[in-house]
């Protein structure tokens, strides 16, 4: 299929500026630098760019108007959430506009009966189960970024977090997106029931990372709060011993509502901050949660024991109490800010693995360790597979980026090569576009081109980022002037 | 986004037949009317339409060069799988290819501690959990139709079951798709992940209808078999009745493993067919399954049925053992043959609705039977309010044919006007084409067609079904001698 080559007129930043000035109010319009600053970048701050205008609506409507001006006259738009993504994947483009849905933050609508919440696209995941609350409901995917990030940005990032191994992604906690075209056309994709007619749209909005469109409306699943949960902790002398006892609880048909692995010096960062009791002499430490009614988490609890302890288990324990389950958590969640206060700097890093490979990967992850002599820390969503390498580095020294950056693209390389993936659930975003090329094959590319085009054809949409535009990317580099991040 | 119009050359059916006999083995090229005859419809009888030529490939590669052969001629293709459809999406095109992939039905791999299978697409559903029992696993989605329906027409459907409720549908169960692109291309849709990088490209082919691609492989998840399952039946008074007890259950954060009501007719029906011990002077009743541990089912059972009683129930039975539980479901699993012993032909339609509005939906179905002269019995996969309406009528009589399609297309406005959508699990297929216009707004429509052409540039694939093509109608209209059903 031929599509449209990319035909960016040039654009007046003054026609722009006043176009944009009619839509928005004063104080929603960001032009000069230093105002621009705190959206240089997302939290993958190794890449920052400056847009021509920061618009900020306050209104879907609003919202619709900046995208229809834009597409008018061929300007980029690069959506933005709360900036806590890890892939650059909503860094700004600097002939276009930054769209920032943040003071899009009303939550529409809860609907105890039908479990359901309808949101405007700034508002913060953690908001959510918050105002769900009083109902006993709670909206199940909790990225470790769940106090700032939003839920337009988890539908775009199909965002998980720790219990997404029981509950799934956003992707499967999704009834409905209201989306804006690039056109600025309004389309309604999803709906009540498990399956809508025709093709599954909604789907396919879900991670796709700003490249398809704008959410201004998002209605989410709410589940009941389980009756209990309980966490178990278990020390382990070696990594794999750790990697074995996750392969057997998942054999024996248990599915945790987390189950999270951290490495030596992980658990030693956690605990240096977070005072939770692990035990610093282990090599690896599983935190398996298990969650339902009173009688089924407490047999859970005694096979996963079991199962721990047959796989070498150094040390165990169980929370007693819900504060207990806070704190044991508590180190977890903090092991980022933790590994953060050993380090002027960290890379985090995404890929999955096939869980068997775990060792192996962890030897290679050590070995490259030495190799570019920057420490790493582990984080394992173990239960799916999901690794996060902690890459520390000093930003203020330029060939440790080099060596960070590099290390990074090893470790992405090597989860491919071990039949795994290079991400897990941070996306493609700007850093990862290479990468795409060693996942997938060209027919494979050539279809996501093809969806791009499909919604975006003049790929004025976040554009350089998610999904390499394999046929316009001589085109791209021989326009003058064009920044091609990637491409 | 412009597109390329539907330019079909003129073909030469000796041309295609030569070639294709270069390609398949003759027993599996079919031309001789009374030798297609067997594959002139799908389960929906009322539409038939023989193609030129049927291939019948036995392997991936034949099928691969049989797409390409006909993207080559610009030939139409239609894939079918076992035929059990029930919207005429696997009926013939008259100047095409019908692409049966039936004997492509090999188990390629079982894998007992990754949990899943790897299979070619015309393995029936039922082989899948038969051939995962030796390891304690199962394949989730059962449609009614799993004996003979093939996991990859599962896969063109996204089909459900009784069990989709807690267990998900196609769509949720399945890991990746070896697909053909119309081109002929094999590309690798979906990986191990939870979520791979790109667009959620497996997702947007679930549930296409055959108009994206051709499925020659799937990789699907097995879950462990729940340690028990039991059975409560509750006969109730009153449809509404029944319709506040399975919100009640909802409401009580229980997630049964399938959740039936059948209507006063359909339960007679069931009864005189299966001999299940249904209550006969019941005007509702329900099925509630409960699964998972021994202590889970047993807190539930209780739970559920002080739900019920609560909510009036007349009767009130527990399954004690697996023979009971069989035969309490062997009613319900049987009440579509029970139903069409009651009359010649009988038209099954498929509407979701929201819950609460099953009492009102059913008091306008039955004033739509009256008006029809046609009995109607109703089956509901209650808990996720997917409505059967079994139309009773009689082929041999045109005027009852028209009154029952009339009052199809009447239930399915009636399911859009309360809030409900024009197929919970049959999909669109040629039947329900106009009605997409009922469903969707113009803008959504066009992002239907524009996705369908980026994987179809020419709509060679499966034309004339599932999403209709607006930009195209007037041409493909204008077009002399062309079969243009539904658009």
Redesign the interface.
Known sequence: ?TT?PHTLAPVSADLLRQRLASILPAHCLIEETEAQRPYECDALSLYRELPLFIALPETADQAQAVLQCCHELGVPVVPRGAGTGLTAGAMAHPEGVLLGLAKLNRILDIDP???TARLEPGVTNLAISEAAAEH?LYYAPDPSSQIACTIGGNVAA?S?GVH?LKY??T??NLLAVEML?VEG?????G???????????L??I???EG??GVTVEVTVKLL?RPEIARVLLAGFDSVSAAGDAV?AV??A?IIPGGLEMMDALALQAAEDFARAGYPRDAQALLLCELD??E??V??HIDEVSAIFTAHGATSLRVSEDEAERSLLWKGRKSAFPAVGRMSPDYYCMDG?I?R?QVSHVLEEISRLSKKYDLRVANVFHAG???LHPLIMYDAADPAQVTRAEQFGVDILELSVAV???????H??GLE?LN??HD???E??LH??E??????D?QLTLNPGK??PILKRCQEYRALPGKHNHGC
């Open positions: 299929m449209t009966v039908a479990r006993g199909n998980g997404c799934g992604l992707t499967h075209t056309e309004r389309v309604t994709l709906g009540d029931g498990l399956d809508g007619p025709g093709l599954d749209m789907a396919i879900t991670g796709s490249l398809l009941p392969g998942i054999a048909g339902g009614t009688e089924e407490a047999q999955t096939p068997h799916d597979g999901n039949g795994g993936a290079i991400t897990g659930e996306g493609v990862k990468q795409m996942q997938y094959g027919s494979e279809l996501f093809d969806i791009k085009a499909a919604f054809p998610g999904v």
